[in-house]
Each structure stands twice: as structure tokens, then as C-alpha cells.
């Protein structure tokens, strides 16, 4: 058995029994065996990507969300002098009470 885990050609002949006609066999129906159950890993790939396609087509359209706000600001406070909410918020205060002209559309 130790000749057939190491698949060594010149160990497998040396079991009784073992021809090089069914030496060549064996190799061919392994060598078959394992092109054939590769096949099913792709098969398997294709209709994954298959499916993923069909699922990306049915998805709704989400370019209204992709804008460039971002809800909430990770930071250190002692990494600025200010805090950039804090400004944000003035800014537009100062937007919808007019004191700031033209510098926020929206």
C-alpha cells in the first residue's frame, strides 16, 4: 500500500500482479477520473458567474446614493483646531439666514 500512496511507477510495478499494460490503464482512467471532476468545479464557476449576472440585472439602480456627502466624520479633535461639524453647521446656518451668498447650492 505504501507503493500506491507514493505513486511511484517502478513501486507500483513491484506489487503482485501489476502489469505494465495495467499499470498503463490505471494511469489513463486516474488521469480521466481527475480531468473529469475538474470539469464539474467549472461548471459549477460558470453558473455562479451566471448567476451573479442575472442577480447585478435585476438589482435597482443606486447612483442617486453614490454622491460625495459623508453623514459622519471620523476624527481625533486634537488632530485640528477646529471641528469640522461644528463649521459645517455654521456654514449652512449662515446659508438659509443669508448671510453667505452663493457659497452652498442646494
Not at 37 to 51: E, K, M, N, Q
Request: aromatic residues 8%.
Amino acid at each position: 500500500m505504501t507503493a500506491a500512496a507514493t505513486a511511484n511507477q517502478t513501486a507500483l510495478l513491484e506489487i503482485d500482479g501489476m502489469t505494465p499494460e495495467l499499470l498503463h490503464t490505471t494511469n489513463v482512467a486516474v488521469s480521466d477520473a481527475y480531468s473529469k471532476s475538474y470539469a464539474y468545479v467549472y461548471y459549477f464557476a460558470v453558473a455562479i458567474g451566471g448567476l451573479a449576472i442575472i442577480a447585478s440585472l435585476c438589482m435597482r439602480d443606486f447612483d442617486e446614493y453614490l454622491t460625495g456627502h459623508v453623514s459622519r466624520q471620523l476624527y481625533q479633535k486634537r488632530d485640528t483646531s477646529t471641528d469640522p461639524l461644528e463649521v459645517t453647521t455654521r456654514e449652512v446656518d449662515e446659508v438659509q439666514n443669508g448671510a453667505i451668498e452663493g457659497k452652498m447650492t442646494g
